[in-house]
């Protein structure tokens, strides 16, 4: 289930601090995005960050819970978004220092994403067909 508007607003207006952050829907949920990186996402108006090696342990509060996950072909897949824990939603200062750790972990994934460059270093070229 999507984010409701009323909980999109209540997340924008606390992560305001992080940078331009935009809401769409994806795969029944809905994606949080700060300046295009997707550091979150929602389902059932639960939040769920983004979770790798370097902040999975500043994220441990939230382990405890299920990840966010969907069903494939009768197997649970497990997504790296971590429910976040709903105390936070009533101290918006720590929300946004979680926040920034999963925008980190956002930036990393994007940065791995990227291709690499050729062995050579250079920019392959790319031949035109007339």
């Known amino acids: 289930m999507v984010a409701s508007e009323s909980f ?10 992080l940078g331009r952050v935009t809401m ?5 949920k809905t994606g949080v995005f700060c300046d295009g990186l997707m550091l979150g996402m929602v389902a059932d108006n639960m939040l769920y960050l983004r979770v790798d090696a370097l902040n999975r342990t500043a994220f441990k509060e939230a382990e405890s819970s299920p990840p ?13 978004f971590w429910r976040a824990p709903e105390r ?7 929300l ?5 750790l999963a925008l980190a972990a956002a ?6 994403r ?3 460059l050729p ?9 035109r067909r007339t």
Not at 68 to 80: F, M, P, R, V, W
Not at 96 to 100: C, L
Not at 107 to 112: E, G, I, K, L, S
């Open 8 to 17: 999109g607003e209540f997340l924008r207006e606390q992560l305001a601090p």
């Open 24 to 28: 769409r829907r994806m795969f029944g």
């Open 68 to 80: 966010l996950n969907y069903q494939k072909k009768g197997s649970t897949i497990d997504l790296a």
């Open 88 to 94: 936070l939603f009533d101290e918006p200062d720590e």
């Open 96 to 100: 946004v220092v979680w926040a920034r």
């Open 107 to 112: 930036h990393r994934v994007a940065t791995a």
């Open 114 to 116: 990227k291709r690499p």
């Open 119 to 127: 062995k050579s270093g250079k920019p392959q070229r790319t031949r």
